[in-house]
């Protein structure tokens, strides 16, 4: 099972982003919901940032995937001073724990 975590700038919007959570491997389940938040990445705490996707609107597919998006702010991604690390947490309906994306290391 793997998630990923992609970062762009939204088309026609300056000064926001189109954030991108994908997963796939979740064969065992499929039509379950999926739901996540957006972190950042700190020594001591990782501050929530904001909701991606949800409960009985997101589920993973008949193929194993799920993609959750949101556009947003750069304030809502500028998680600290200095450069910016930033990740998703991903909760499965039915599976125990989370799941972590890649961290993006970027000012925001």
Known sequence: ???????????????????????????????????GSI???????DDRLFSIGGPGTDRVGVDGSFSLSAIVSGDQ???DWG????????????????FRSNTIRRDF
């Open 1 to 35: 099972m793997n998630v990923m975590l992609y970062i762009s700038p939204a088309e026609n919007q300056p000064g926001n982003y189109l954030v991108v959570v994908n997963g796939d491997g979740f064969y065992n389940s499929v039509n379950k919901a999926v739901g």
């Open 39 to 45: 972190r950042g990445d700190d020594e001591w705490f």
């Open 77 to 79: 991604l500028n998680e």
């Open 83 to 98: 450069q910016d690390e930033v990740y998703a947490q991903v909760r499965v309906e039915g599976l125990s724990g989370t």
